[in-house]
């Protein structure tokens, strides 16, 4: 199965709403009207794109309207060209080091798939011909030292851990060393999730991130905000308070499927500038995919 076809499977809630929205609102008037105007704003706020993207989508259609005619015009194509044109315009790569290891810090809230990702991140370096460390940095959840540790040996890639209850920051500490040591190409740190509300918690992960950069100056390279998509707009709320404290430099969207609520990956890009760099499509190692804005967008808007 190609990514678009993947794309489409997952968000097949999404598009369902847009589509079936779609077709009833421009089929009130031949001419664009001030009540298709808020039937369409009402129904790309309910998939989540935000105020921002909703009206920039409006715009484009009255726009497309205005010059061609609801005859002429593939409402489709103009809603899907505006996505796409708005989450291609970044660079969605995880960046590499010259020399030494790139270190890649996993954050986000409980139960978003940090440890997973992880592990499937550092997967996908693997299959590439890379190398890769991962560090169970979530000391306070015994059950996710084990889980990062169990997909280490399905994977055969090695894991850096500490005792149950060990100081996160120096679990970190020595997984650079040992990151270094190795010549590794990427360590990944699975950072303990943490409610963006308690700031004791978000401290102490800007801790784990300054005693990185001691024993590594620039660590982490990336930190990337790993965020379930079925929580919608609370999503941006966890991307702009994570992004206070320890700066992000992309977006890790997870259990997209089963969600109506796909347009929170627009909405955050939009508002945060932040690049949505892979997507969880499924369970399996090779299941997280590299983000495609154009295979993304058509799957929301293809008819």
Partial sequence: ??????????????????????????????????????????????GDFGAQMSLQIVDAVRKGFETQGREGLDVFAVAAREVENELASVDTALKRQAE?????????????????????????????GGSALLAACDTFRAAAIDQLKLWGERLDIDVIAGAYGADPAAVAHDAVAAAVARSVDYLFIDTAGRLHTKHNLMQELAKVHRVMDKQLPGAPHETLLVLDGSTGMNALTQAREFNKSVPLSGLVITK??????????????????????????????????????????RALFEE
Wanted: proline share 3%.
């Fill in 256 to 297: 997209l499927d089963g969600t109506a609520k796909g347009g929170m990956v627009v909405a955050i890009q939009k508002e945060l500038g932040l690049p949505v760099k892979f997507i969880g499509l499924g369970e399996q190692a090779d299941d997280l995919q590299p983000f495609d804005a154009a295979a993304f967008a």
């Fill in 100 to 128: 030494g290891p790139a270190v890649v810090s996993l954050v986000g809230v409980n139960g978003t798939g940090k440890t997973t990702t992880s592990a499937k991140l550092a997967h996908s370096i693997k299959t590439g």
């Fill in 1 to 46: 199965m190609g990514l678009f076809d993947k794309f489409k499977e997952r968000l097949k809630k999404t598009h369902d709403n847009l589509v079936h929205g779609f077709k009833r609102i421009v089929t009130i008037s031949p001419k664009f009207t001030d009540e298709m105007e808020e039937e369409l704003e009402m129904l790309l706020l309910g």
